[in-house]
C-alpha cells in the first residue's frame, strides 16, 4: 500500500441541495471549506464546482473520499436501469408477494411497485434444497434463453437469484458463466455473492437493487473520475459505503447497492470520530437538514450497523448500513391545522424553492425555519438565501392568518407551539434508535448537526434527559468530514440458520476465518495506507420460533458454544428485560468486519485559530430579544469563528457561524473544547 493519504485529503458529500467539501492539508494544517449547489442533472459538476470554490490544485491533492446520493435517490425516485431477473421456476412472484405485510397500518389502501416488473422476471428449472443437496438440476439451456430474451426486452442488467443459493451457490455460479458468454457488459448480479441469507425476500430485492443501479454508478463514477484526471487529479477516489466505510471507485460499482444510505452515515462516522476525541464515545447523533431529521446511536465510539434496512415500504437492503432512522421533520417542515382544529408539523416540506417565507423566494407556507425566525433565533440579515434581508411582518402576518387565529393565540405563541410541536416529533425518532432499543439516552450525550440541529438541540435533550450536548465545529458539513476521516470497511454475512446446540462450532469459526481473509485480501488491493487492521466478529441469532434478529458480538474469531448462549441471553435481557431459559437458541447469520484504520485528522484546524479573539467581549457581534418559555429574553450574539480558547458562556446565547446557528437556552452552560467543539451542559430543568 502506498502512503495514498498523506498530504492534502479531500471529502466531498453531495447532497440533495447542497454539495459539501472539506479539504484538509495535513503537512500544513490547513482547511478550506466549500458549500454549492449540487448538480442534479450530473452529480460531477458539483463536485467540480466545490473543488474550484476551495481553489483546490488538483496536481496536488493526495486523496478525494466522496459520499453521493446517486443510489440513494435513484432508488427512491425509482429512476433504475431496466434490469431483468432469472430465478427458480415457480418463484418468479417472490419480489412481489415480499412479507404479510400492508403499505399502511390501518386499511386496504397503498401500493408497493416492485424493483423489477413482472414481464421482467423469468424463470428456469433448477432446484436446491434448504441443505444445498441438488433437486432439479440446472437447465443451461433455459438460462441462455432467459439472458437472451431479457436483452432482447432492453435490459442493461441482469440478477441471477435463486431459491436456496445461501445453500449452495453452484447454480448461480454456473447460470452467471453461461450469460457472461453473450451477455454484453459486467453488469451480472448473482444474489448469493451480494448478501448470503435465507430470506429469499429480503435477499433478492437486495440482488435487484444492485443490479439496478449498478449502471449508473458505474457511469457517473466514470463521468467523475475522467473530469478529475483531466484537472490533473493523478490519485485515488474513494467511494463511501452505507455501512460508513469506503472502498475504491474501481471496484465499487459491483456491489453498488452498498452505497445506498453513504450520506447519512458519513456524517454518523464524523460523529463517532469527533465524540471519540472529545472524550464522549456514547452519542445518540442528530442530523436537522432543510426537508428531515436523521438520528442514529453510538456506542463506544461504534455507530450501529444493521443488515435489516428498508429504506421505504417493500424495500429492505439487507447489506450492513450504519442504522439511520428518518423523519419528516426539517427547516422547511410546513406548519398546519388540520381539519381537526390540530395543529401539525410535517411531514410535507416547502424544499428549497420556494422554501420558508424567510428565504424571500416566494413561500407562503410558515416552516420551522420561519419560527426560528420570528422567534428571534435566526437573523435574517444573515439568510444567505436571501438578498436585503426578510420583513418580519410577513412572517407574522402569515403565522398569524394561517396558525394563530385557527389556534386561538398570536403569531408568536404560534411559533412557539410549532417549535415544540417539532421538538416532540424529533424526540420521538431519537427514541426509536435508543428507548426502544433498550438504551437510555441519560447514558449518552447528543451530538447536533447539519444546518438547523444545533438550535434544536438543547430542547431535545432537555426533553429526553439527555445530560449534554456536543456541536461539532463545522455542523453544516459534517457528512463532507466524515468521508475524510472514514476508515476502509468490509463486512460479510454468512447465513447457518442451525439450532446452537446442533451448531457445529468448528464450521462457525471456517465461515469467520474465510471471511476475515477475504476482508484483509480486498484491504491489501487498496492503494491507501493504513495504520492497523481490525476485525470485528458477530452473530445474528433468535430464539427458536421468532422472526426478528438480535445482533451479538463476539469476543474475538474463536468462541465456545457456552459463552455464545450466555452472550445471546445476555444480549436478550438488555434488549427485552427478560429470560428465556427453556427456548432453543438459534444462530442464524455469522458476520464479519474487516476495518483499515487510516491515520488520525487533526480537528483542531477546522476553525482557524488566527480568527479567535482575546475575549469573550470581542467575539460578540451584538444583543437582541429571543423568546424563551413564554418570555423575552435580551440574548448575546457571538461570531464562532472568534470565540477565544476555553470560552465558557451561561444561557440565554446564540453563536452564529457560517452554515448553522447554535442556540444556548437560558441556564445551560457552553464551553469550547480543544478541537473547536461546542459542549454544552444542561442546567435548569434537569
Known amino acids: 500500500m502506498t502512503n495514498g493519504d498523506a498530504g492534502q485529503v479531500v471529502g466531498v458529500d453531495v447532497g440533495g441541495t447542497f454539495t459539501d467539501l472539506i479539504m484538509m492539508d495535513q503537512a500544513t494544517g490547513q482547511v478550506r471549506l466549500a458549500k454549492v449547489p449540487s448538480s442534479l442533472d450530473n452529480q460531477a459538476f458539483g463536485v467540480l464546482a466545490a473543488l474550484n470554490e476551495a481553489q483546490a490544485d488538483l496536481t496536488t491533492v493526495k486523496l478525494i473520499v466522496h459520499g453521493t446520493t446517486t443510489t440513494t435517490n435513484a432508488v427512491l425516485e425509482r429512476k433504475l436501469s431496466r434490469t431483468g431477473l432469472i430465478t427458480t421456476q415457480g418463484f418468479r412472484d417472490v419480489l412481489e408477494l415480499g412479507r404479510r405485510t400492508r403499505p399502511h397500518a390501518y386499511g386496504m389502501t397503498g401500493q408497493f411497485v416492485p424493483v423489477i416488473p413482472r414481464d421482467l422476471r423469468l424463470e428456469v428449472p433448477e432446484r436446491m434444497d434448504a441443505a444445498g443437496q441438488v433437486v432439479t438440476p440446472l437447465d443451461e439451456a433455459a438460462v441462455e434463453a432467459a439472458g437472451r430474451a431479457l436483452l432482447e426486452a432492453g435490459c442493461v442488467s441482469v440478477v441471477v437469484h435463486f431459491l436456496h443459493a445461501y445453500a449452495n451457490p453452484v447454480h448461480e455460479l454456473r447460470s452467471a458463466e453461461v450469460l457472461r458468454r453473450f451477455w454484453p457488459n459486467d453488469h451480472i448480479t448473482m444474489g448469493h455473492s451480494l448478501l448470503s441469507e435465507s430470506r429469499e425476500f429480503e435477499r433478492g430485492v437486495t440482488a435487484a437493487v444492485n443490479a439496478s443501479v449498478q449502471p449508473l454508478l458505474e457511469r457517473y463514477l466514470r463521468r467523475l473520475t475522467l473530469e478529475l484526471s483531466n484537472g490533473g487529479y493523478g490519485g485515488e477516489v474513494l467511494v463511501m459505503n452505507g455501512n460508513g466505510g469506503m472502498v475504491s471507485s474501481r471496484t465499487v460499482a459491483r456491489e453498488a447497492a452498498k452505497t445506498v444510505m453513504s450520506g447519512p452515515a458519513s456524517g454518523v462516522m464524523a460523529a463517532a470520530y469527533t465524540g471519540r476525541r472529545a472524550g464522549m464515545p456514547d452519542l445518540i447523533t442528530y442530523d436537522m437538514g432543510g426537508t ?153 450525550a447528543l451530538f447536533a448537526f447539519g444546518g438547523a440541529g444545533p438550535l434544536h438541540a438543547t430542547a431535545l435533550a432537555r426533553e429526553l434527559g439527555v445530560p449534554r450536548v456536543l456541536v461539532p465545529s463545522r455542523p453544516g458539513i459534517t457528512n463532507a468530514l466524515g468521508c475524510v476521516v472514514a476508515d476502509l470497511r468490509h463486512d460479510f454475512v454468512s447465513t447457518l440458520n442451525t439450532p446452537l446446540d446442533a451448531l457445529d462450532m468448528g464450521r462457525l469459526h471456517q465461515v469467520l476465518d474465510a471471511q476475515t481473509k477475504d476482508g484483509e485480501a480486498l484491504i491489501a488491493r487498496e492503494e491507501i495506507q493504513i495504520r492497523r487492521l481490525r476485525r ?151
Request: proline share 5%; hydrophobic share 40%.
Open 292 to 444: 428531515s431529521t436523521d438520528v442514529a446511536l453510538i456506542r463506544g465510539a461504534e455507530p450501529s450497523v444493521s443488515n435489516e434496512i428498508e429504506i421505504e415500504y417493500a424495500m429492505p437492503i439487507h447489506v450492513p448500513m450504519v442504522d439511520v432512522r428518518t423523519v419528516g421533520a426539517g427547516g422547511g417542515s410546513i406548519a398546519r391545522v388540520n381539519a381537526a382544529g390540530l395543529l401539525e408539523v410535517g411531514p410535507h416540506s416547502a424544499g428549497a424553492n420556494p422554501g420558508p417565507i424567510c428565504y424571500g423566494r416566494g413561500g407562503t407556507e410558515p416552516t420551522i425555519s420561519d419560527a426560528n425566525l420570528l422567534l428571534g433565533r435566526l437573523n435574517p440579515a444573515k439568510l444567505k438565501s436571501v438578498e436585503g434581508g426578510v420583513d418580519l411582518s410577513d412572517v407574522t402576518q402569515a403565522f398569524d392568518a394561517r396558525l394563530g387565529q385557527k389556534l386561538g393565540l398570536d403569531a408568536v405563541a404560534a411559533a412557539d407551539a410549532v417549535i415544540r410541536l417539532a421538538n416532540i416529533k424529533m424526540a420521538g425518532a431519537i427514541r426509536m434508535v435508543s428507548v426502544s432499543l433498550g438504551a437510555d439516552p441519560r447514558d449518552f
Open 536 to 686: 470485528v466478529y458477530s452473530v445474528d441469532m433468535q430464539f427458536v420460533g421468532q422472526t426478528h434478529l438480535l445482533r451479538v458480538p463476539l469476543d474475538g474469531a474463536e468462541v465456545t458454544k457456552d459463552g455464545l448462549l450466555a452472550a445471546f441471553e445476555d444480549a436478550y435481557f438488555k434488549r427485552f428485560r427478560v429470560r428465556l431459559a427453556d427456548v432453543r437458541a438459534n444462530v442464524v447469520n455469522a458476520n464479519t468486519s474487516v476495518i483499515g484504520e487510516r491515520a488520525e485528522l487533526d480537528l483542531s484546524t477546522l476553525i482557524d485559530p488566527a480568527g479567535r479573539k482575546a475575549t469573550l467581549a470581542d467575539a460578540q457581534t451584538g444583543q437582541r430579544p429571543v423568546f424563551f418559555d413564554g418570555a423575552w429574553h435580551e440574548t448575546p450574539l457571538y461570531w464562532r469563528d472568534h470565540l477565544p480558547d476555553g470560552f465558557a458562556i451561561t444561557g440565554p446565547a446564540i453563536i452564529e457561524q457560517m452554515d448553522t446557528t447554535v442556540l444556548i437556552e437560558p441556564g445551560d452552560h457552553a464551553y469550547g473544547d480543544e478541537d473547536g467543539n461546542i459542549i454544552i451542559k444542561l442546567g435548569r430543568g434537569t
